[in-house]
């Protein structure tokens, strides 16, 4: 181990002389004995989150067990029912930054208290990563925003959870289920030819966005979120048009000139376009593309 790095032990006993003070060894043991029931929970967050993506990722218990040095068993009856990610009905599956995404809106839910996974969860986890992330943020919605916006639509909200009820994943509600159905359905639609369509961030947020009476379409009115502009943001990814070349992009090239390869907007909608070997690309897209990246490489 490099000794110029702090090890983990050495930070913990930073942050306890830092959260005590100039108070005595009381004190100090008093910080001592917080941060490690703050370091044993993370712990066991932090091996969850990992047996999670294991399990998602097609890894039998055996293998799991192997890892942990138990057996199968034991790893099963003991992360079985608290690693259960949140998936998509049908064939349809979450790729990895829709996954991240899902389990932030489950983190978001219990740190609320609440009963049920609602819509405005899913919103504020679409805000981990991903295209929704980047067209959110564009548009200045923060995670905080959506909160705030939530409880004071629907409440406060409830009394954090205590240290045995931590650990329980809070169901979907009746309205997130279908609105991740929903995503799932775009998805197919989109991909048509392919067994099992990947469900991205960008599905989600169409639908959470065109649903007028859901609970996530209220906290974007409620924050004046220009609904306008998600869908003309998310409407190339969705429905797949970029990959279309029929007849109607024919005459659309032929009446109004070069159009964005990725968009499909013309030039006289979207402005400047700069070109490529047989393509074109209009500065929303190539702002959106430099979101992305930025997000990914942070």
């Given at each position: 181990m490099d000794m110029g790095v702090p090890s983990l032990f050495d930070d913990l006993v930073t942050r306890v002389i830092d959260a005590a003070g100039s108070a005595g060894p009381l004190a100090r043991l008093d910080a001592a004995v917080t941060m490690a029931a703050e370091a044993a929970g993370?712990?066991?967050?932090?091996?969850?989150?990992?047996?999670?993506q294991a399990r998602h990722a097609d890894l039998s218990w055996t293998d799991i067990g192997a890892r942990l040095g138990v057996s199968k068993q034991a790893a099963r009856q003991r992360f079985a029912e608290r690693t259960q990610p949140l998936i998509l009905p049908g064939a349809a599956q979450p790729n990895?930054?829709?996954?991240?995404?899902?389990?932030?809106?489950?983190?978001?839910?219990?740190?609320?208290?609440?009963?049920?996974i609602g819509t405005h969860h899913l919103l504020a986890g679409l805000l981990a990563e991903g295209v929704a992330a980047a067209i959110l943020e564009r548009l200045g919605v923060t995670t905080e925003a959506i909160r705030a916006a939530a409880h004071r639509l629907f409440g406060p909200p409830g009394a954090p959870p205590d240290s045995e009820a931590r650990d329980d994943v809070p169901p979907m509600s009746a309205e997130a289920t279908c609105a991740v159905d929903a995503a799932a359905h775009h998805a197919a639609t989109a991909s048509p030819d392919s067994p099992c369509p990947q469900v991205r961030t960008e599905h989600l947020l169409f639908v959470l966005a065109l649903d007028a009476g859901g609970r996530a379409r209220r906290v974007l009115g409620?924050?004046?979120t220009d609904i306008a502009a998600i869908k003309r943001e998310l409407e190339c990814y969705v429905t797949g048009k970029p990959r279309r070349r029929g007849s109607r992009w024919k005459r659309r090239a032929t009446t109004?000139?070069?159009?964005?390869?990725?968009?499909?907007?013309s030039e006289k909608i979207a402005g400047r376009l700069v070109a490529g070997p047989g393509v074109h690309i209009c500065g929303g897209c190539v702002a959106l593309a430099t979101d992305i990246l930025r997000r990914e490489a942070a």
């Open positions: 993370a712990g066991e967050r932090l091996l969850d989150h990992f047996v999670a990895s930054r829709l996954q991240a995404c899902l389990d932030r809106a489950r983190e978001l839910a219990q740190s609320d208290g609440a009963a049920e409620d924050l004046g109004t000139g070069r159009a964005c390869s990725f968009c499909g907007r």
